[in-house]
């Protein structure tokens, strides 16, 4: 490094630690001089960074170039020693039309303070010993110097001829237009250099070598540097070899014609040279050897002292000379090509504009320019610190854009690939294929051939994230970089072509594109593919476009589970050892095989593979729960007993204490005047709120003996369907791994209708297993949904259809008919769900909850049952649970099921009635969740003994005290102040309700929410006159639909036709659409299936169905259908009754008759003992107590007079007959008249 760069580095060195070292110095983080003075102090660093920006212009528009397939090879170094007095900047560079070339840049900056002044005469063609900044003698000397180190002139170079060097002047100061006669403006040149220089500005001037004022004074200043080489050896006894210094080649014939030989190897200086160049030389050589003498007492010279050493071999070339009449001929011939390569830029851009400019040429797809160029600014600034000659090549610039991460689209899609590819969300990412398999297919092909397709359309039926995996692993094969762009979603959907041709170029650009691959997800349109693939070609990169296609069609490579490598697959599988599918879980190995493909595994570990440790939240069982729990009361089992009596009621009825308010009726009793339940009851209660709030219910010891079939008998809203929900979730909660099929009856009577008719009794092994997979997949996708038309569930039933045929049975196993499977071309869920019910089988993990067997009855009931006693015989099956209400089916279930365990719920106790009530105000009542304990508990007595007085027996039904609690919660906020802690005495004056009171004040209340709450209008709206004409309609059509929805559920289809008109008919089509498009609000209706409705318990459907009997009353005798058996049988029980209690609130005076539907010896004895004439009274419908009351078998027997006998039910059209009389019953304990009983 010479003495002026040693200087320059330093002074970069300094700023650089000014600027905290790897900081990048700018000319906007200077500070400007304040006066002149100071400016001369701090030129140099405006000339610095004059020097920096040139250079990173320089180098900015040297990668255009090559990005624009201009300059394929260049390399810049800074403070180059090489280029002596053009060092600043050296570019080496190739391009089509210069093999290799060199540039030498030397930056002279002039700070503007006040006007600058423009280079004159006098400057260009100053001598060397003024130092002129922009003299070109002295640019000639040092282009001189360096001539014998210039590889071009090697005589081992073999591309001599074909170098091309350019020195070049750059300054921001302009030339005097006086001096364009020895220096003209230049014309573009052919060698590719102008481009390089036309962003810095300025304009471009060349030597004219036609002006002999400009070539004498170059001939001059290489005499001057002649003399003064030649008497430096002289001075210091220095051989001249002709090798070391260049000018003596140049001037050895001058040299030759002023020498004389004295010996071989020493020579003198003539004393008078003939020519003048040798006077001149002469002259000159003096004049040195006297300046470096002591002229004060200088003693006399020896004439060895002048002498010269000549090399011999340089010697030789002296007496070769003859050019004494022309010594410039070698010098003028390098004038000529110094004149050819040097090149002076005036008026160029100062160092802030130049800042400006080089910024404006960063690459169109770098983001956030100016920091980025800071950036790059480094390496320059390393160059300058530390001269490395390699630093600044192609190479290490494009990895430096790399870098800094310059294309944020790049980085984005570098990021999201790593995350798409190696994310927890991606459950392939650990998953390896066989090379082998990977070098098969046609993306290998494609990776590896050398054509000019770039693009490759990959068809696959495995998902986007799998496909990614196996492009990724196939390029990696063949060292490839894969990058992953989603084209379905997110910011890139709009602007896809936009990014990737931002990204491409990028890519291009940067020399990532011959290991760079792009991955598109999703298909693209023609136009846009044929867009991106112009931009693909253009670029020199290749793109892979994953195209997911139908399960039928054939993908482009069919990878098999087969395919993976053994330890990948080992690992798959022990991971997912426990998968969580169609509602149990099982193991990845056992539902899916070596020989399925990639697709089927990708389905798979897609829909479950997440759900390995989420079982609670994803099992229907569970869920089903959840949606009850807060208000289920845990209940217990006991062996079924016939007989109806309560002592649990009786007893607590004797234990009820409250003998209303005392004091004055205005009067309000606080809480403290209440009684408190007694310790026992107190603490019992605590317990079970506790016990309920943490849900952990244990199953029944009952169940865990050796029987596999145990059925639940009990009476409707006991709360059958709420214990098998619980108990479904149990078994799902405490076994995963079974398989647990809640199934409700009645969904299920439409396959019943058809399996009926296909008369399949008995049923063999096969039928029973296909059948059972039959209901198996309505359990699974058609009776858990809401709202499914007949269409939709026919669909499921045909795809169950098609899967049954290859199921099969040996040996008391289910096994798969993989020949007919291939045939039958089974979805990925298909084959799922049969390959989970074999294995769940032939593991004997199959449990079925059959609930609601009695709402199947009578239709079904022979078939169902006979059905099911076959399927409890089959080994597969774990359990059998079965619950009905007891329609004299015990004698047949018995007989059915060998070996069974026939139960009913426990009563519902006291505690329990207290636990609901208490149970539903927390959940609906801020107030009683804000008092203390003891005045809930008095509050909570309070309501028990009032609606036990109002409801008696009907307290012990669940879902009647259920409705009831709705019903108690207005009467809590009207008559119960808990603020003030007290209770209003009218809070006792509620009448006695029955069920159908209940059921009817629920469906009230159901109706008044949906006015209310769900329609955003207020209570006190809803007392506007006109608001509450339109509700009153409005609730009047609900009714009727909801009528005839009842109908629709509870009678075959022969019987609909039968009871409906044609235009009923017709409206229930028109109601069924309502409930398909989500307008059926009142809560009552929770879906449809098989285009039944489906109501949220089985009572609601019986009392609609009542209403639509009562409302119809007046057809009993056109339509036969109510004299018919189908009428009479237990199922319709509850329906009866409802529609008697209606006929009752009608009939004046019928006591008796309602004593009968409540079945109360007691009161009935009461009546007739006040009244015996009640027993002939007729109800609205012309009916005695009596036929009432043969219907009901339970009430004691008597004897019945013979006219009573005789008459006729004038509502049914019936009478009773002598085989009946023992159904009958007498409500005259004194009247006595055998003889009509025994005639």
Request: proline share 3%; net charge neutral.
């Amino acid at each position: 490094m010479n003495g002026q760069a040693q200087k320059r580095k330093a002074s970069f060195d300094h700023s650089a630690t000014a600027e905290n070292n790897d900081s990048m110095p700018s000319a906007s983080k200077i500070s400007k001089p304040l006066d002149e003075n100071e400016a001369k102090g701090t030129s140099s660093y405006h000339g610095m960074f004059y020097h920096l920006q040139l250079g990173m212009i320089i180098l900015l528009r040297a990668f255009n170039l090559h990005c624009e397939r201009q300059l394929p090879k260049f390399e810049i170094t800074m403070e180059n020693k090489d280029g002596g007095k053009f060092d600043d900047i050296v570019l080496h560079y190739e391009n089509a039309t210069v093999p290799k070339g060199t540039v030498y840049i030397q930056a002279k900056h002039k700070d503007p303070v006040g006007k600058l002044k423009s280079i004159t005469h006098h400057d260009l063609l100053s001598g060397l010993t003024s130092k002129g900044p922009y003299s070109i003698p002295t640019y000639f000397a040092s282009y001189l110097e360096l001539q014998h180190h210039r590889e071009d002139l090697s005589e081992h170079n073999a591309n001599v001829l074909k170098a091309s060097h350019r020195y070049v002047l750059c300054t921001n100061v302009k030339v005097d237009d006086k001096v364009t006669i020895i220096v003209p403006q230049a014309q573009p040149s052919a060698d590719g250099i102008s481009p390089l220089l036309d962003s810095i500005g300025g304009k471009s001037y060349v030597i004219n070598q036609q002006n002999n004022t400009i070539q004498n004074r170059l001939r001059k200043t290489s005499l001057e540097e002649l003399g003064k080489m030649l008497a430096s050896c002289i001075k210091d006894k220095k051989e001249i070899n002709g090798e070391d210094c260049y000018i003596f080649q140049l001037y050895s014939d001058l040299i030759g014609a002023c020498v004389e030989k004295v010996k071989p190897g020493v020579y003198k200086l003539i004393e008078q040279p003939q020519s003048t160049a040798g006077k001149t030389l002469a002259g000159m050589i003096q004049t040195a050897l006297g300046s470096k003498k002591d002229k004060s007492n200088a003693p006399k010279e020896k004439p060895e002292a002048t002498h010269i050493l000549i090399a011999s071999r340089f010697e030789k070339l002296l007496s070769n000379s003859n050019s004494v009449n022309e010594p410039y001929a070698k010098v003028d011939a390098m004038i000529e090509q110094f004149s050819d390569k040097f090149l002076l830029v005036c008026g160029t851009k100062n160092d802030t504009e130049l800042l400006e400019q080089a910024l404006g040429l960063m690459p169109p797809w770098v983001n956030d320019k100016k920091d980025k160029f800071e950036n790059l600014q480094n390496i320059l600034l390393h160059a300058l610190r530390e001269n490395p000659r390699d630093d600044i090549n192609l190479e290490n610039i494009k990895k430096k854009f790399i870098e800094l991460k310059v294309n944020d689209s790049y980085c984005k899609i570098e990021k999201s690939t790593k995350r798409y590819l190696d994310g927890e969300s991606n459950l392939y990412s650990t998953i390896a294929l066989e090379p082998c398999s990977l070098r098969s297919l046609k993306i290998h092909n494609f990776f590896n051939e050398k054509s000019c397709d770039r693009i490759h359309r990959y068809y696959t039926t495995a998902n986007m994230k799998m496909s990614s995996v196996i492009v990724k692993q196939t390029a990696q094969l063949l060292d490839y970089n894969c990058l992953i762009v989603d084209s379905t979603g997110g910011q890139l959907k709009d602007n896809l072509c936009t990014v990737l041709l931002d990204v491409m170029k990028f890519i291009s650009e940067v020399g990532l594109s011959t290991n760079t691959i792009i991955t598109i997800l999703g298909a693209l349109d023609e136009e846009l593919l044929a867009n991106i693939e112009n931009h693909a070609r253009a670029n020199i990169i290749k793109l892979i476009v994953i195209e997911q296609v139908a399960e039928n069609d054939l993908p482009e490579d069919c990878l098999l589970v087969s395919d993976l490598t053994k330890e990948s697959r080992e690992q798959l599988f022990e991971r997912y050892k426990q998968l969580f599918l169609f509602e149990t879980t099982i193991a990845l190995n056992q539902i899916v095989r070596k020989t399925d493909s990639l697709s089927m595994l990708c389905k798979v570990l897609e829909r479950y593979g997440h759900q390995i440790d989420q079982n609670e939240v994803k099992n229907i069982n569970q869920r089903n729960f959840q949606t009850i729990s807060s208000w289920y009361i845990p209940r217990s089992l006991q062996p079924y007993n016939d007989d109806e009596t309560k002592s649990e009621n009786s007893v607590v009825e004797s234990k009820l204490r409250f003998d209303g308010f005392h004091g004055n009726y205005s009067e309000k009793p606080s809480f403290d005047s209440l009684i408190l339940p007694g310790q026992d009851t107190v603490e019992r209660l605590d317990v079970a709120i506790t016990s309920q709030a943490s849900l952990n219910y244990q199953m029944p010891y009952k169940f865990s003996n050796q029987s596999k079939v145990h059925i639940i008998l009990d009476d409707a809203g006991c709360g059958k369907s709420s214990y098998f929900t619980w108990l479904a979730s149990y078994l799902s909660r405490n076994d995963p791994s079974l398989c647990v099929i809640r199934m409700h009856a009645f969904k299920y009577s439409a396959d019943f209708n058809e399996l009926q008719k296909a008369h399949l009794t008995p049923v063999d092994d096969i039928t029973t297993i296909r059948i059972l997979f039959r209901l198996f997949q309505l359990t699974l996708f058609a009776t858990t949904v809401s709202i499914l038309s007949a269409y939709e569930s026919n669909e499921i039933r045909n795809q169950a259809k098609q899967t049954v045929q290859i199921l099969a049975v040996s040996g008391g196993k289910v096994a798969l008919d993989d020949g007919t499977a291939t045939t039958l071309s089974l979805s990925v869920e298909q084959l799922l769900v049969v390959r989970l019910f074999v294995e769940k089988l032939n593991s004997s993990q199959f449990v079925i909850i059959f609930d609601g067997f009695d709402e199947i009855a009578p239709h079904y009931k022979d078939f169902v049952m006979s059905y099911l006693g076959r399927l409890a015989t089959f080994a597969g099956i774990h359990k059998l649970y079965i619950s009905s209400r007891p329609y004299n089916f015990i004698a047949e279930l018995k007989k059915t099921f060998h070996n069974c365990e026939i139960y009913q719920l426990s009563p519902f106790s006291m505690i329990d009635q207290l636990n609901l009530i208490y149970n539903y105000l927390w959940r609906m009542s801020a107030d009683w969740k804000k008092c203390r304990k003891n005045d809930r508990y008095r509050v909570l007595y309070l309501l028990y003994v009032l609606n036990f007085r109002r409801m008696s027996k009907l307290m012990s039904t669940p879902l009647f005290l259920y409705m009831r609690c709705a019903m108690l919660l207005p009467i809590l906020e009207r008559y119960v102040d808990f603020s003030s802690r007290t209770v209003e005495r009218a809070i006792s004056d509620q009448q006695y309700i029955d069920q159908l009171q209940l059921v009817s004040n629920f469906v009230e209340q159901k109706l008044v929410i949906l006015n209310a709450d769900k329609c955003g209008t207020t209570d006190t709206a809803l007392l506007i006159p006109a608001l509450q004409q339109l509700t009153l309609s409005a609730n009047k059509d609900r009714k009727e639909k909801l009528k005839l929805f009842a109908i629709l559920t509870l009678f075959h289809e022969e019987e609909r036709k039968r009871l409906l008109s044609n235009e009923e008919q017709l409206l229930v089509t028109n109601y069924l659409k309502e409930i398909l498009q989500g307008n059926e609000k009142t809560g009552i209706i929770l879906g449809l299936l098989d285009d039944i409705p489906q109501f949220g318990h089985r009572i609601f459907a019986e009392y609609f169905a009542a209403c639509w009997l009562f409302g119809n009353k007046d057809r009993f005798r056109e339509v036969d259908f109510f004299r018919s058996r189908s009428y009479w049988t237990d199922e319709f029980s509850l329906l009866r009754d409802f529609f008697d209690r209606m006929v009752l609130r009608e009939s004046i005076g019928c006591e008796l008759h309602m004593a009968v539907l409540n079945r109360s010896n007691a009161q009935v004895d009461d009546i007739l003992h006040t009244s015996p004439v009640a027993v002939e009274k007729k109800d609205a419908l012309g009916r005695l107590p009596l036929h009432l009351a043969v219907v009901d078998k339970r009430l004691h027997h008597r004897t019945v007079t013979g006219k009573l006998i005789r008459r006729i039910n004038q509502c049914e059209g019936w009478a009773f007959r002598l085989e009946c009389i023992r159904l009958c019953v007498c409500f005259w304990k004194n009247q006595n008249d055998s003889h009509a009983v025994k005639t």
